[in-house]
């Protein structure tokens, strides 16, 4: 295919089934912008005789540009590089702070938690064993012949007069 069969010529261009079905008015208003004041434009009017800078590849300007290309490219991917570094290690920062924050905190009460629970147990274990051995003193000074006929295990014939100190 050549160039000139992809030009557009009023020809064709009036031949087309789209351009048929509009109104009168705006065909000619397309064929005017198309066919007389498109051509009117310098930059698709070209006399042949370019500018030197218009040649990319040729031009004076090509070192320039390629290395302004090559450092904006450059620039654009150290700072791709370490913004994303600092990103990671601010990331990777944060996390492990509260990571140690959350550890810490959780040891803590989980040892608050543990040492608690070791003094109520000792606490009631002791006072268990205490209240054990008051009894048993009790009984003993008390009844030391056992308990009498017909009376509940464990209750005196003689209830004393006063109750022993039991504070500790």
Known sequence: MEWNDTMITQKKFDAKPEIKAL???IRQKLDNFIFKEIPQIKFFNPDGKPEKEW???YGSTWHAAWDAAWDAA????SD???HAAWHAARDAARDAAWNAARDAARDAAR???RDAAWDAAW???RGAARDAARDAAWDAAWMPQGVPQG???G???AMPPFSPNTSS
């Open 55 to 57: 040649k990319v590849f």
């Open 151 to 153: 009376m509940p295990h």
């Open 74 to 77: 450059w620039d654009a991917a």
């Open 111 to 113: 040892g608050a938690a």
């Open 123 to 125: 606490d009631a274990a």
């Open 23 to 25: 109104p009168k008015a």
């Open 155 to 157: 209750m005196p014939h």
């Open 80 to 82: 791709a590089a370490w």
